[in-house]
Nanobody
Framework: QVQLVESGGGLVQAGGSLRLSCAASGRTFSSYGMGWFRQAPGKEREFVAAIRWSGGSTYYADRVKGRFTVSRDNAKNTVYLQMNSLKPEETAVYYC?????????????WGQGTQVTVSS
């Protein structure tokens, strides 16, 4: 059973930084693609960033390019999302997700989410 546990959320001022972590367990993740999503109150969940576990290829939503960085630590089975220059409108619950293959259309596994609040 795949388990994803996010941590690292909190309150930060606009322009500040946070690093989210996603600890993955239950499988060998070498073929997996890992993603970060967020959902603000009253809005649909949106894609933020993704990383291919094997090789480390990354992909970002346009609105976070240049400010967010997704990375992984193979030894710790952990994926990170470094978020810099945060904006108030990026206040949301951030979710980690996993898909068994990098090319899969859907993410099969989700974490419980971690709240990020950016004050103005």
């Amino acid at each position: 059973q795949v388990q994803l546990v996010e941590s690292g959320g909190g309150l930060v001022q606009a322009g500040g930084s946070l690093r989210l972590s996603c600890a993955a367990s239950g499988r060998t993740f070498s073929s997996y693609g890992m993603g970060w999503f967020r959902q603000a109150p009253g809005k649909e969940r949106e894609f933020v960033a993704a990383i291919r576990w094997s090789g480390g290829s990354t992909y970002y939503a346009d609105r976070v390019k240049g400010r967010f960085t997704v990375s992984r630590d193979n030894a710790k089975n952990t994926v990170y999302l470094q978020m810099n220059s945060l904006k108030p409108e990026e206040t949301a619950v951030y979710y980690c997700a996993a898909r068994p293959l990098w090319g899969s259309a859907t993410y099969d596994y989700w974490g419980q989410g971690t709240q990020v609040t950016v004050s103005s």
